[in-house]
Structures are given as C-alpha cells and as structure tokens.
C-alpha cells in the first residue's frame, strides 16, 4: 500500500526536496495558471511540463516526446498560435538551465512556481556540432545537462521571449 502511495506521487510530480533554511523569494512571476514571466531573461515560460495542465499543473502526465516529435509540435503550437501567441520553442540548454533550483533536488526547481515538474530530462533546442543522433536536455532530477539519444523520449516546457 505504502509502495504504491509513493509511486502515485512521484508520478503527480511531488514537492522537490529541498535544503533545510530559508530559501530565497523565488526570482520567477507566476502570471496565469498556464505562464510565468521571467523578468530577469525576458522569458515567459510555459508553468507546467507539456501535458500537465490546472492550478498546480496536477491534471494530467508530462508527455513525453523524441526530439522529432516535440520539434513537430513546437511547430505546429506555433502555426496554431498557442495560448495566442505564435513565438513558443524549445528553449536552449542555457535557458532551461535558469530553471534550475541548486537548493532542491528531485525535481531540481523551484515547486513554488513550477507545481508538479516531474523528475525527468526535458529537451533544449541545442544539439552538438556534427552529432546528428544526440541532443541536449536538463535532467530535472538533479538539475545535470545531458546529451541524449534524439529518438527517445523526453519531457518538454516551452518557452517565449516577452515582448
């Protein structure tokens, strides 16, 4: 019963881990259930992982997607104008890195504005120099950037520049 309480929540992305001690006021300015403005990068960031939606991005499963496949969405959210804007992408590896949380870990960010992020690699748009098979993603459960194999799957949170 025990086992399958916790399996149940980590797959509803439960509350990071987090040292002990005041943490700082998170740097991130929740502007909708659905985004949060980054003022100190002129991002707005897509709240939660791409198939996880409500309040505390608690309904739903982070979907995830290869390379190719999140690609083909990012297009299409963008012909489609998602959430009525036509400039939502991948964001880079150093982008994604800015959600990174070194106080936390499990998942490595902040739960104050990013409710429920599951402890998973979520892709960049950066792949390396002459590497047509690997791409870069953040793994959020210890905040590590990882080159991965661009047909497996991986989580994805979209990103736009604030106008």
Known sequence: MLAAALLLAAAAGA???????????????????ALVDDPAHGLQ?????????????ADGAARRLSAMQAQDLVARLAREGWLGRHDWRLPTRAELRTL?????????????VFP?????????????????????????????????????????????HRR
Request: with cysteine.
């Open 45 to 57: 960031w897509q709240r939660c992982p791409w198939g996880q939606t409500g309040e505390h991005c």
């Open 100 to 112: 990174v949380d070194g106080h936390c870990v499990d998942p490595a960010i902040d739960g104050r």
């Open 116 to 160: 429920a992020t599951p402890p998973l690699w979520f892709w960049s748009a950066d792949t390396e120099p002459g590497n047509d098979y690997d791409a870069w993603a953040v793994d959020f459960r210890s905040g590590d950037e990882v080159l991965d194999d661009r047909n497996l799957p991986n989580a994805l949170r979209l990103v736009r």
């Open 15 to 33: 509350a990071p881990i987090c040292r002990d001690g005041e943490r700082p006021p998170p740097a991130f300015v929740v502007v909708s259930p």
